[in-house]
C-alpha cells in the first residue's frame, strides 16, 4: 500500500525555522517525485518544492528560495523540508505528495503527483 505521513508542523515566530518530514512507503522503485505543497485558508493548493528521486533534482517555488531547502534520505525513504526565515505568509497546511509519472516542467501542478500525505498544519505568529 502506498502511504505518506508528514510531521514537523507547529507553531513558530517570525523569522524562526521547522523541519516538516514525509515517510514515504510502499513505493516499488526510486523513479518518482516528492512534492511539498501548501494550502492557506481561502487559497488554492501551491507548489512549495520537489525532490526527484530518480535524478536528486530540486525545484523551489520563488517565494521560498533561499529560506526553504528540501532534502532526500533514500535509504529511509524519507523527505525532508527545512524551513527558515518563515514569515506569516507561510502560515498554512503543508502536505507531502508523491508523482510516479513525474515531469519536471510541472513540477507545482497538484495534478502531477498520484498520492497526498494527511497535511500538517504550520503556523507563523508572534
Known amino acids: 500500500q502506498l502511504q505518506l505521513v508528514e510531521s514537523g508542523g507547529g507553531l513558530v515566530q517570525p523569522g524562526g525555522s521547522l523541519r516538516l518530514s514525509c515517510v514515504a512507503s510502499?513505493?516499488?522503485?526510486?523513479?518518482?517525485?516528492i512534492g511539498w505543497f501548501r494550502q492557506a485558508p481561502g487559497k488554492e493548493r501551491e507548489g512549495v518544492s520537489c525532490?526527484?528521486?530518480?535524478?536528486?533534482?530540486?525545484y523551489y517555488t520563488d517565494s521560498v528560495k533561499g529560506r526553504f531547502t528540501i532534502s532526500r534520505d533514500n535509504a529511509e525513504k524519507m523527505t525532508y523540508l527545512q524551513m527558515d526565515l518563515l514569515t506569516p505568509e507561510d502560515t498554512a497546511v503543508y502536505y507531502c505528495?508523491?508523482?510516479?509519472?513525474?515531469?519536471?516542467?510541472?513540477?507545482?501542478?497538484?495534478?502531477?503527483?498520484?498520492?497526498w500525505g494527511q497535511g500538517t498544519q504550520v503556523t507563523v505568529s508572534s
Open positions: 505528495a508523491a508523482g510516479l509519472n513525474f515531469n519536471s516542467v510541472n513540477w507545482f501542478s497538484p495534478r502531477m503527483y498520484d498520492y
Open positions: 510502499g513505493f516499488p522503485n526510486n523513479y518518482y517525485a
Open positions: 525532490f526527484s528521486v530518480g535524478d536528486g533534482h530540486t
